[in-house]
């Protein structure tokens, strides 16, 4: 039996009944008197030169009341643009109308000349020299450029003489480039450890291969949407759906030069954010700048098409990697470059391409990374930002590398894996982390060591690794005369996290969960808080909650002391009361009577305060294992089973946890078979739910969670953070089943049934 | 642009309203009547998380028009509960963690319920491609599909 009596249970959510009635409010659902309508009027082309935006017609529209441009932001700080459009759907002026149809209407009236320019929106080419220069001019002085032939040098002279595959082909274009200098590059990083050449001289077996890893939206299912409304004092009040209303709250300050404490931020119910959510400019500040201009609250709600258009997706890239291990299952060194598609502008994970090491022992390791610009959007987080794609390349090339040496995949993995006490890379040494008794638990639960197929199935595995970040966080705990608990704290819940927070104080002041209740207030009210990504929560307002829970705790054990007329040492808190341990009779006094009582005391009130800012944390694995059966014949590939196992340190709410594994596992599988944003000639040509497809209960079966609780020394009761690790494998892991089904290795994702098919053509299949 | 007299039953309460010929469903629901349970996430038919019930059918509000939904006796998420108590198929979704972000839910709840109102006895496979028209991006839709297994087996049970 579980030592604790709230944590640890599979409690229903804090937020049950608001979400299944209809009663939560999104962003959306706020309707301020006297709103209006925002529209963003967007180009229409992916690259090209602003002639003149005339809003003249649109002024005319009646029910139009805020027409904005640049000009319109006083700071000169870029929210439209002016003299050039980047990609498709770029924002370029905003309306504000009485009626959403009027907006909209108002927005096509908005004319706009174009000088259309060349669009590059491949990172190969746009690395070229010949390519069109997004930023700067074409100058070889001009910015975003960068000598990288040595790099291109060092992986691209393969012994592979297969010129037949598109891949090839890149290797070789680029080959042809190597003495140029390139462009559009807009950052880069590089790491390395040991001696590769060295390690791949030691090897018996060396896998080469060029992966590439499609843009995806994080398909939250609530678009993005904010109301703002500035009064004539010049405070300005914003309800936005966002994962970081203190970054929404700083960023439109230093957007727009108000005052930080001018503006309040009130986050609404978040439908879904994935990483996603943390965006300024996106849809809060044209709404700020339209309620300005109007005097009236404002509305500035994105449709689905817009968010394809002008979200801020998961970076696409190309990573080719090369793998050295000796025969016995040794592996002795990894090299990759990375092409990161960043969009318009910088900043795109690149820093991630080093997740190409994985949990492994790697002595040797040499990455090298770059962002490079296209006519897209911008991308941000998306689920472990930058892992998904770098553990797809990396888990991949792990089972072409068993398969070589004749080794199981699973055990060539455990016989990698690092192990407490081992040299880390970035200094110190290895925590006691779950990494194989989180593998070995997905390949017992998947019956992997049995596995038995039929003709066109077949099984993978692969892991991914991941560690939550860590934040500053404030909380207070009142506790009343009923003896009941009220939470107060600013965070964002991303789906379950105030409810682990409700159950860490539960189990602290031994109370019913159910007489725990949470509050969030705004920036104006509640303590700072750290945005609801990375992971952050549990571990960090968890570790809040925890200290705000002993603060009160102190209170209360003081309160009891002076109430009982006794030595605090002689008092214990269990069951909701303070209890005298050696009395006898029994004596004790209940919470809401030391609550009571504290009111007439001179100390006062029981307010715990906890606040925290950072401890070490502890990586997490995720393992998975995918059975499939695949047609060769439509190259449709059909799950039979999904197992996702994971070290969570400790799962506070197993109900919860268990949906993220689940939830990320499917996220994962979508990227892996699904998903793509698509580009054209002129930008994305898949902005809708038709075109980009996403999975419904009709995709794929049940997904089998296995939780394992390895604990996290700094995590509240060993937790870490569970969100972002299950996406992390499941890329490799469908691609690694496919193969094993058909033996055909797919390096481009998604794998969708056409490059299936086309790849067992190419092997010799006759459909 | 000219407005149109529009007579509907909404969660048992009846509106009389002048909209506008190009206002959909979900926009009369949401903006006129105020009941904001109902979510769009799509615009376009193809998310589910505008599902209602009109006349017994779960559809997508976003893809009819409020002028023809005259007439016709809506529910709503909002209509769900009665006399405070929750409907099964809300209890199970409780239950069981069968929502996250909470936003399709909504949907999936009113999608639910016609499916299990039509036909209860369906198998797991059934509901799966069923509910096939809603899309949840949190729960990877396995606890969803125990919710509805949980509360079609508690509707049978008492039926």
Redesign the interface.
């Known amino acids: 039996m579980s030592e604790y009596s709230v944590v640890g249970q ?1 409690l ?2 804090v ?12 962003g ?2 706020v ?1 301020p008197a006297g709103m209006l309508y925002g529209k963003i009027v967007r180009s229409k082309h992916a690259h090209a030169n602003i002639l003149s935006v005339d809003t003249s017609e649109a002024e005319k529209l009646p029910g139009v009341r805020a027409i904005i441009t640049q000009d319109d932001v006083p700071s000169g700080r870029r929210v439209f643009a002016t003299d050039k459009v980047l990609y498709l759907g770029e924002p370029l002026a905003a309306v504000a109308a009485t009626d ?2 009027i907006a909209e209407e108002a927005a096509e009236l908005i004319k706009i000349e174009y000088e259309v320019l060349p669009v590059v929106q491949d990172v190969i080419e746009s690395i070229k020299p010949s390519a069109p220069r997004l930023h700067g001019d074409a100058t070889k002085d001009g910015p975003n450029r960068r000598n990288i032939s040595s790099k291109i040098k060092e992986l691209s002279n393969s012994e592979a003489d297969d010129n037949s595959n598109e891949i090839r082909k890149l290797e070789a274009e680029l080959e042809k480039y190597a003495d140029e200098v390139y462009y559009n590059i807009s950052a880069e990083s590089h790491t390395e450890a040991g001696d590769v050449k060295k390690g791949f001289a030691e090897s018996d077996v060396v896998v080469e291969d060029t992966y590439f890893i499609p843009r995806v939206h ?6 993005h949407v904010s109301v703002a409304s500035a009064d004539s004092s010049g405070k300005i009040t914003v309800w936005a759906s966002t994962q970081g209303p203190f970054a929404i709250r700083s960023g439109i300050a230093g957007t727009l030069g108000i005052p930080l404490t001018q503006i309040n931020v009130i986050g609404t ?6 990483g996603g959510r943390f965006g300024v400019i996106i849809t809060h500040v044209p709404a700020v700048l339209l309620s300005q201009k109007s005097g009236r609250p404002v509305r500035v709600q994105m ?2 098409e817009e968010e394809f258009l002008d979200g801020r997706p998961a970076p696409g890239c190309v990573i080719k990697l090369k793998t050295g291990a000796t025969k016995d299952g040794h592996i002795l060194a990894r090299q990759a470059l990375a092409f990161w598609d960043s969009g318009s502008v910088s900043g795109a994970s690149i820093g991630s391409t080093i997740r190409v090491r994985g949990v492994y022992k790697i002595p040797n390791i040499k990455v090298d990374a770059y962002g490079v610009h296209t006519n897209k959007s911008g991308t941000a987080a998306y689920r472990a930002p930058g892992a998904p794609q770098a553990i797809f390349a990396g888990e991949s090339q792990l089972d072409d590398i068993a398969e070589q040496i004749g080794m199981d995949p699973v055990k060539f993995r455990l016989m990698n894996m690092r192990e407490e006490g081992d040299a880390v890379p970035a200094g110190g040494s290895e925590p006691k982390v779950g990494y194989k008794e989180t593998l070995e638990a997905v390949a017992d639960a998947a019956g992997w060591w049995d596995r038995e197929a039929d003709d066109n199935q077949g099984w993978g595995v692969a892991v991914g690794d991941w560690t939550n970040g860590c934040g500053p966080g404030g909380v207070y705990v009142s506790v009343h005369e009923d003896g009941s608990a009220r939470i107060f704290h600013g965070s964002m819940d991303i ?2 996290t105030d409810t682990a927070i409700t159950q860490i104080i539960a189990e602290i002041l031994t109370i019913p969960y159910e007489n725990v209740t949470i509050r969030r207030g705004d920036t104006d009210s509640a303590p700072y808080s750290t945005g609801s990504g990375g992971s952050v929560v549990t571990f960090t307002m968890g570790n809040t909650a925890k200290l705000a829970a002993e603060d009160a705790r102190r209170r209360i054990l003081e309160l009891a002391s002076e109430r009982l007329n006794t030595n605090e040492d002689n008092l214990e808190l269990r069951d909701g009361a303070v209890h005298v341990i050696t009395a006898d009779p029994p004596k004790s006094i209940s919470l809401g009577e030391l609550a009571a009582f504290s009111l007439s005391t001179t100390g006062g009130p029981i307010v715990g305060k906890g606040s925290f800012a950072r401890q070490p944390s502890t990586p997490a694995l995720a393992a998975q294992i995918a059975k499939v059966e695949v047609d060769p014949d439509t190259g449709r590939t059909r799950v039979l089973k999904l197992v996702a196992s994971q070290d969570v340190g400790f799962a506070i709410n197993p ?2 946890v ?2 993220q594994i ?6 994962g599988y979508a990227w892996a078979m699904m998903e793509e944003m698509q580009y054209g000639e002129n930008g994305n040509i898949n902005p ?3 075109d980009y497809r ?7 079966p ?2 089998q ?1 296995v939780i394992v609780e390895v604990p996290a020394p700094n995590g509240p009761y060993g937790a870490k953070g569970v969100g972002e690790p299950p996406i992390t494998p499941t890329l490799a892991t469908m691609a690694n089943a496919v193969n094993d089904a058909i033996g055909v290795r797919i390096t481009e994702l998604p794998i969708k049934p056409e490059k299936v098919v086309e790849a067992l053509k190419n092997n010799g299949h006759e459909a | 642009m000219a407005k149109h007299p529009v007579s509907l039953t909404v969660n048992g309460d009846e509106h009389d309203l002048l909209i506008e010929p190009r206002k959909t469903l979900l926009a009369v629901l949401r903006d006129t009547i105020g009941l904001t349970g109902t979510k769009e996430g799509c615009s376009t038919g193809d998310c589910g998380a505008c599902t209602v019930i009109v006349d017994g059918k779960a559809v997508t509000s976003c893809m009819v028009l409020g002028v023809t939904a005259s007439g016709k006796e809506i529910t709503t998420i909002e209509g769900l509960a009665s006399e405070g108590e929750l409907h099964p198929i809300q209890q199970a979704f409780i239950d069981t963690g069968g929502y996250q972000c909470g936003f399709c839910t909504p949907g999936f709840i009113m999608a639910s319920k016609a499916l299990v109102d039509e036909n209860p006895d369906r198998t797991e496979e059934e509901f799966r491609h069923a509910l096939g028209g809603n899309i949840c991006r949190c729960t990877g839709y396995t606890k969803i599909l125990e919710a509805v297994l949980q509360a079609a087996e508690e509707i049978r049970a008492t039926s």
Do not use: C, I, N, W
């Open positions: 599979k229903p959510r937020d049950a009944v608001e979400k299944v009635t209809g009663a939560a409010q999104y959306a659902d309707h959403p149809d994080q398909t939250y299912m609530e678009p119910t978040m439908g879904g954010g994935f449709t689905r789906t379950g109900m919860a268990e949906g689940e939830g990320g596992t499917v996220q809708g739910f038709v996403v999975p419904t209960s009709a995709d794929l049940t997904v969670s």
